[in-house]
Antibody, heavy 124, light 110 residues
Framework: QVQLQESGPRVVRPSETLSLTCSVS????????WSWIRQPPGKGLEWIAN???????NYNPSLKSRLTISLDTSRTQFSLKLRSVTAADTAVYYC??????????????????WGQGTLVTVSS | QSALTQPRSVSGSPGQSVTLSCIGS?????????VSWYQQHPGKAPKPIIY???KRPSGVPDRFSGSKSGNTASLTISGLQAEDEADYYC??????????FGGGTKVTVL
């Protein structure tokens, strides 16, 4: 079955750029939206951004100015860059598979599976 | 894109039923039939238990059921079990391939 795994630095300095990669294995990359979701310690989930297998992107409006999401289909990976980070960006970052869209077929409008999550701490 | 509103906590005894609410707006919960619910145990990734308002992914017990009325979605856990103690998050599609989550509800089994 499909498995996702996040990777990247665990500590980022304030004002720098947070960079994470999600590696996808065991299934098709095509026709799905691939998302990043984060969870600050002790708080709720926040949808951050997604990318379709074709490369089209969508962002949370509150974070859009600082975000870039990209795709490497040859390596079945997608990545997140969040610029100018502050302590408020400290969170567990999850990658997840989402909505399936293929021509007229739309299905699986929920996030599954998820990666195990990676805690990124913004600290000097 | 405001977060959906969920009660901070709900509790019940084993065997009882509990219902969790998720209040949105006419732009999200009230407009789209794309509400999903996630169960999260401490230190674990969320797991989907309901999608498209009232559908269960394969393997999810039928003790979990979902519904929607107007701008409010609900998750009912029937026959509450000890392993149901967890945090539960609702999520709604809000158009243009974007989503919003609720703040989460902690379910305690007494």
């Amino acid at each position: 079955q499909v498995q996702l795994q996040e990777s990247g630095p665990r500590v980022v300095r304030p004002s720098e750029t947070l960079s994470l990669t999600c590696s996808v294995s065991g299934g098709s990359f095509s026709s799905y939206y691939w998302s990043w979701i984060r969870q600050p310690p002790g708080k709720g989930l926040e949808w951050i951004a997604n990318i379709y297998f074709s490369g089209s992107t969508n962002y949370n409006p509150s974070l859009k100015s600082r975000l870039t999401i990209s795709l490497d289909t040859s390596r079945t990976q997608f990545s997140l860059k969040l610029r100018s980070v502050t302590a408020a960006d400290t969170a567990v970052y999850y990658c997840a598979r989402g909505l399936y869209v293929d021509r007229a077929v739309i299905k699986d409008n929920y996030f599954d599976p998820w990666g195990q999550g990676t805690l990124v701490t913004v600290s000097s | 894109q405001s977060a959906l509103t969920q009660p901070r906590s709900v509790s019940g005894s084993p065997g009882q039923s509990v219902t969790l609410s998720c209040i949105g707006s006419s732009s999200d919960v009230g407009y789209y039939n794309y509400v999903s619910w996630y169960q999260q145990h401490p230190g674990k990734a969320p797991k989907p238990i309901i999608y498209d308002v009232n559908k269960r992914p394969s393997g999810v017990p039928d003790r979990f059921s979902g519904s929607k009325s107007g701008n409010t979605a609900s998750l009912t856990i029937s026959g509450l079990q000890a392993e149901d103690e967890a945090d539960y998050y609702c999520c709604s599609y809000v158009g243009s391939y974007t989503w919003v989550f609720g703040g989460g509800t902690k379910v305690t089994v007494l």
